[in-house]
Structure formats: structure tokens, C-alpha cells
């Protein structure tokens, strides 16, 4: 590991703004610090576990009980779903929400940009691992850009000679004050497919309010937040977060409350109280199907 961390290191750090560095139980790690803000990339799933803007508090929930292991997904920040999101359609043996979350990703560039912003490109590739998973040649390139907004954009390419379909989430958990003391704008009048009701669809009559167990799936949504955003008005924490998304007509909303955080062994029994994940995705009927040589590319920025 450390022969590993320093050829990172020599290859891509950014003197004061990027570093590589041995993480929890051994996993590579990026630290971004630059004047604008902080920010946390394990490679494991090219995962982002910390985005701060500089004077702000935390943006991004983590779990105190997150496993950082090689066979499984962190919990917490900014997971990649991909190439499906939830279950597998046919093969419910294999794993949920993908594989992209729980696989090494590799550095390709890192870049200090003319605005005091820091860029850190990553990818991943086709490999006989995942060929047993899902039989596609593929690229998938992972952009971070830390400045005083979080900018992540997932690009999806088909390598290979017959088309795929491809789904995911750049899965985000934020930080909250108090879940019940937050309302979310930006979906009133959407549909949504309620997956705690039977997968009954139903409409958003108000804003999102979070008084129970919340996993909703809205579609249509690409033109239907303000401006193409959506809101976190947070009562305790004063402050406001937005999320602007892009290549992206599902919304995904989701709180485990208190029975399904007792049942996690990687969540708090209270951590439901001080997260909520609203997901940029491509999800139920807004799956992709790229042809040969086809890129799609899924993007969401993240302020305060």
C-alpha cells in the first residue's frame, strides 16, 4: 500500500491542494484541500465521503459505522450506482445497485484550475470480474471538481460492438440538523412511484417532508425543479442545499427512519435523524442505451 501510495503521489499529487494518503482499514485515499473548500475520495468506488466548503459545515452525511472494505460499499457521501440501480431485473443473486460502488477505481489526471478549484478524474473499465456481472465492454469516467460548489459528472461509454442498456444514481447522503425540522423543494407536481406503497404512483401535492420511512422514485423531473434544481431548507442547520442535475430525469428520495437504521449494521440506530438522500438518477424507465461508440453522461452540482 504505501509503495502504492507513493506512486500516486509522485504521478498526480498538486502541491497544497491534492494528496494521496493510506485511508480506513487501508484504502487509498485523495484529500482535496484548496482555499475554496475540503473534500474526501476514497478510490474504492470512486466514492466521495467529505465535501466542505471552506467557513461551512460539513455538506455531505457519513456513517461513524461505514465498513471500508474491499467487498463492500461505503455508506454514506456520494456512492456510484452503476450499471443498475437497486436490484438486478432478472438475477436477484447478484449485487444491489451494481458493481461500480464496491470496485477500485484508477487515476487518470488531476488538474488545478485557473479559479482555485481542484479536478480529480478517475475510471473504470470492463474486466473479466465484471464480464460475469454484466457481459458489456464499457468506460466509465468519474470527474470531481472541488470549489465552493461539488461538481460530479459520470460518464458512461459503450466500448464495446453491441448496445447496452445502463442505469444508476450518484446515490448523495446530506447532512441535516434535524430530518424533521428540512422540507424539499423542487418536486411539487411530480409523480412519483412510492416503493414502500406496492410501487403505487402517486403525486407531489407540497413540498418533500420527511415525518416517516420515505423511498420515492420521481420521474420526469429533468425540466421540472426550478432552474433544474432541487432544495434542502434546513431549519436547524439555517442554511440551504441545492443539487443541479443533469442527464437525469428520475429523482430518487429516501430515509430508512428508525426500523430500517436498527436493522443496518452499517447505520446509527439515530442516523436517520441527521441525513437524507436525495439521488440524481437514472432510474425505472430513464435507463440509458448507448450503441457502440455512445457516451451519456450523468452530472449533479452541489452548493450551499
Known amino acids: 500500500m504505501a509503495n502504492q501510495i507513493e506512486a500516486l503521489n509522485a504521478q498526480f499529487a498538486l502541491a497544497d491542494q491534492l494528496r494521496f494518503q493510506t485511508g480506513e482499514n487501508g484504502l487509498p485515499r485523495v484529500q482535496i484541500t484548496n482555499r475554496l473548500a475540503t473534500a474526501e475520495v476514497y478510490l474504492h468506488g470512486g466514492h466521495i ?27 454514506g457521501g456520494v456512492p456510484i450506482i452503476w450499471p443498475w440501480f437497486g436490484p438486478h431485473a432478472i438475477d436477484k ?40 456481472l454484466w457481459p458489456h465492454a464499457f468506460e466509465l469516467s468519474l470527474s470531481i471538481t472541488v470549489g465552493t460548489e461539488l461538481n460530479i459528472e459520470l460518464t458512461s461509454r459503450n466500448t464495446g460492438e453491441k448496445t447496452f442498456t445502463a442505469g444508476g444514481a450518484l446515490h448523495s447522503y446530506f447532512a441535516v440538523g434535524d430530518v424533521r425540522k428540512i422540507h424539499i423543494d423542487g418536486l411539487l407536481g411530480r409523480h412519483y412511484i412510492d416503493q414502500l406503497d406496492g410501487n403505487r404512483i402517486k403525486q407531489q401535492s407540497d413540498a418533500v417532508y420527511i415525518r416517516e420511512e420515505v423511498d ?59 441525513m437524507v438522500c436525495i439521488e440524481t438518477a437514472n432510474a425505472v424507465d430513464d435507463v440509458r442505451h448507448l450503441a457502440p461508440g455512445e457516451t451519456h453522461t450523468l452530472s449533479q452540482i452541489i452548493g450551499l
Open 49 to 75: 465521503t467529505a465535501f466542505q466548503p471552506q467557513g461551512s459545515e460539513p455538506v455531505l452525511w457519513m456513517s461513524p459505522l461505514a465498513q471500508f472494505q474491499h467487498d463492500k460499499a461505503i455508506r
Open 216 to 274: 420515492r422514485i420521481y420521474f420526469d423531473t429533468e425540466d421540472t425543479c426550478t432552474e433544474g434544481i432541487c432544495a434542502i431548507f434546513d431549519a436547524q442547520l439555517l442554511r440551504q442545499i441545492y443539487i443541479k442535475r443533469n442527464g437525469s430525469h428520475s429523482t430518487v428520495v429516501w430515509n430508512p427512519w428508525k426500523d430500517k437504521a436498527r436493522a443496518m449494521t452499517d447505520f446509527p440506530d439515530d442516523g436517520y435523524q441527521q
Open 93 to 132: 443473486h447478484k449485487p444491489q445497485h451494481g458493481f461500480a460502488r464496491t470496485m477500485e477505481w484508477r487515476v487518470s489526471a488531476t488538474k488545478a484550475l485557473p479559479d482555485g478549484s481542484t479536478q480529480l478524474q478517475l475510471q473504470l473499465n470492463d474486466t473479466p470480474v465484471t464480464h460475469a
